[in-house]
C-alpha cells in the first residue's frame, strides 16, 4: 500500500474498512514505513514497521496481543514485544537494539474520520 501524502503533516493511508482486525499492513508514508494495526475492540493504532532489533520492515506482520490493559505488538523475528500505545518496548527477549537505534518504536497518531485512517507525521 502506498499513500500519497498531500502535506506531510496529515495523511490519509485507507479506508477503515480496507484494514482487517488484528492483522497489520505496511504503508509508505514520506518515504518512512508505516505498520497499521486495527484490532478487534475497533481501535486503530500506528507505529514504524522497522525493528530497531533486526533492521527488517517486519512489524506490520507481527502477532497482535496485549499486556494487561496495553495492546502490543511482537516482531516476527526475534520476538520483541511492543506498545501499541506508546511504541514503548516491553520485553527485549534478552536483545540490544541495532546500533544507532532506541528500542523503542516510533508512534503516530491516527485518527479514523468518515471511515477514512489518517496518521499524523507529526504525531511522533
Do not use: W
Amino acid at each position: 500500500m502506498t499513500a500519497v501524502a498531500d502535506r506531510l503533516t496529515r495523511v490519509h493511508i485507507c479506508s477503515y474498512d480496507d484494514l482487517t482486525p488484528e492483522l497489520g499492513v505496511a504503508a509508505i508514508v514520506g518515504g518512512e514505513q508505516v505498520a497499521v494495526f486495527r484490532l478487534a475492540d475497533g481501535r486503530v493504532f500506528a507505529v514504524s514497521n522497522l525493528c530497531p532489533f533486526s533492521g527488517a520492515a517486519v512489524i506490520s506482520r507481527g502477532i497482535t496481543g496485549s499486556r494487561g490493559d496495553v495492546p502490543t505488538i511482537s516482531s516476527p523475528v526475534y520476538k520483541q514485544v511492543f506498545s501499541l500505545v506508546d511504541g514503548r518496548c516491553l520485553d527485549t527477549v534478552d536483545k540490544s537494539p541495532l546500533p544507532g537505534h532506541g528500542p523503542d518504536l516510533v508512534v503516530h497518531t491516527v485518527s479514523v474520520d468518515d471511515g477514512r485512517v489518517t496518521i499524523d507525521l507529526l504525531g511522533s
